[in-house]
């Protein structure tokens, strides 16, 4: 039986900002599969079965609402209290890894509840180059346009760019409570919800979900990059699948490479932070590693033969 570590005041509202691409899905898994646990230990995990994204364990609904104007943000709030309330819980959890993007309606969401809760943000912060590389492996499994160039081009977009100044992007929280930012490159896969239930001030432990949500080898996103382009249709599951088990001998040379930068741009882009995460340091405790990974000097962009990735589309 978990022992509930003791309260005084308000309750206690933890917010997971995320960031995107730090085991989001792995952490909410595991608060989502055990908020039964979570519940008799008087947390609220408020149920995230519904739109827009019922069958994700994210609370996407408050970023959703964020963009719908104040009164579907006032009809979220009044939902998510009532769920809340109804738990008879004294702590609240959210998660979603869209609350760590740079827009002022997520802090206008939750400015109402400055005088109802203690807050206490958790945000999840990995090394940027690894982000971006995992990032970018996202947006184009999604076939998103922003992801349709180079990776440099991608880096570079401002709306991308702004993502990497951590600090500047969490000093948006500092006002409701303390922000705990955590080094994700240091953490352990079935350790990672940890932050959030220490944070929570419970004692309980709950059982890990591994990670499912990892991103392919270099290799295969540049081929996915090219069936994009070319605005070829293509199942995305049996693809993956027939890179990983069956790979046209042409392509296993290149399927074997793991990062997209190469040396050149990786040192570029980390010294272009430079300033960024001495200040992330200073005044947030989060240093990351300088070890870089052994690779081409080059980006990973090649040339590949049009009529081999066309047929590869078909594959299903």
């Known amino acids: 039986?978990?022992?509930?570590?003791?309260?005084?005041?308000?309750?206690?509202?933890?917010?997971?900002?995320?960031?995107?691409?730090?085991?989001?899905?792995?952490?909410?898994?595991?608060?989502?599969?055990?908020?039964d646990a979570l519940r008799r230990a008087g947390i609220c995990y408020p149920d995230p079965s519904r739109d827009p994204h019922p069958h994700l364990p994210a609370h996407n609904f408050i970023y959703r609402a964020t963009l719908n104007g104040a009164d579907a943000m006032a009809t979220e709030r009044d939902l998510i209290m009532a769920e809340f309330k109804a738990s008879r819980a004294d702590c609240l959890i959210l998660s979603e890894e869209g609350l760590s993007l740079p827009r002022d309606a997520l802090q206008e969401f939750f400015a109402p509840w400055r005088d109802v809760f203690d807050f206490e943000i958790v945000c999840f912060l990995r090394r940027q180059d690894r982000?971006?590389?995992?990032?970018?492996?996202?947006?184009?499994?999604?076939?998103?346009?922003?992801?349709?160039?180079?990776?440099?081009?991608?880096?570079?977009?401002?709306?991308?760019?702004?993502?990497?100044?951590?600090?500047?992007?969490?000093?948006?929280?500092?006002?409701?409570?303390?922000?705990?930012a955590v080094n994700y490159d240091l953490l352990k896969g079935d350790g990672l919800h940890v932050?959030?239930?220490?944070?929570?001030?419970?004692?309980?432990r709950i059982a890990a979900t591994p990670q499912t949500n990892v991103s392919p080898p270099a290799g295969a996103i540049e081929l996915i990059r090219q069936m994009n382009a070319a605005h070829l249709d293509y199942a995305l599951g049996p693809l993956l699948t027939k890179l990983r088990r069956d790979p046209p001998e042409a392509l296993q040379q290149m399927l074997a490479r793991r990062g997209m930068m190469g040396s050149k741009l990786r040192h570029e882009f980390m010294a272009g932070l430079a300033q960024v995460n001495t200040r992330l340091a200073q005044n947030r405790g989060v240093v990351?590693?300088?070890?870089?990974?052994?690779?081409?000097?080059?980006?990973?962009h090649t040339d590949l033969d049009a009529a081999l990735v066309a047929d590869l589309a078909t594959t299903r």
Do not use: C
């Open 131 to 180: 982000y971006a590389e995992s990032l970018f492996s996202q947006y184009v499994r999604e076939r998103k346009p922003i992801a349709t160039g180079t990776i440099a081009e991608f880096v570079k977009v401002p709306e991308i760019a702004a993502r990497f100044d951590y600090d500047t992007n969490l000093q948006r929280w500092d006002a409701f409570g303390p922000v705990r």
């Open 1 to 35: 039986m978990s022992r509930l570590m003791p309260r005084r005041g308000r309750p206690r509202l933890v917010l997971h900002v995320g960031t995107h691409k730090t085991g989001t899905t792995s952490i909410q898994s595991a608060l989502r599969d055990n908020r």
């Open 195 to 204: 932050p959030i239930l220490e944070a929570a001030q419970t004692d309980l």
């Open 288 to 300: 990351f590693g300088t070890d870089m990974p052994d690779e081409p000097e080059h980006m990973f």
